[in-house]
């Protein structure tokens, strides 16, 4: 009896520290923990005994992710554990617009071999050249667009 409150114990309190650990180790652990400690109940005390200790081990679980994921986030504690910030900025430059790029003269701001980036009246645009190879600071013509930059050929 006593190794099946240690191992749910155990694993109750894993699964809580499963909030300070990155990863899903503890939980792993904790879970594995609790079901050990169902599978002893079972032997000793057989199949009453077994589903007794599973549905407290359900109910344990139950209650322990209930802690984790709803009270503890309100609670000032557990505000500080969770960003609460978000970021506006973008990682990309805004796409390019069909209308307002193709026809116009572009500038090699890298190499095109044959991906690059150009600027077009000011704005960096990830750029392809099918001709290949263009130095930095080419003149070139936009001829087109695919899905994400624009399609450059020598002026």
Known sequence: MNAILILFLLGVMLLAGEVFMPGAVLGIIGALCMAAG???SFIQFGTGGGTAATVLALALLSLTLYIELVWL???RFGKKL????????TSQPALADKENVVGKTAEAVTALVPSGYVLV??????AFSPSGHIGKGAQLRVTGLDNFRLIVTKS
């Not at 969770?82 to 900025?89: D, G, K, M, N």
């Open 38 to 40: 169902c599978v002893i």
């Open 121 to 126: 009246e000011g704005r960096r645009y990830e």
């Open 82 to 89: 969770i960003v609460q910030s978000t970021i506006s900025a």
């Open 73 to 75: 986030p309100k609670t």
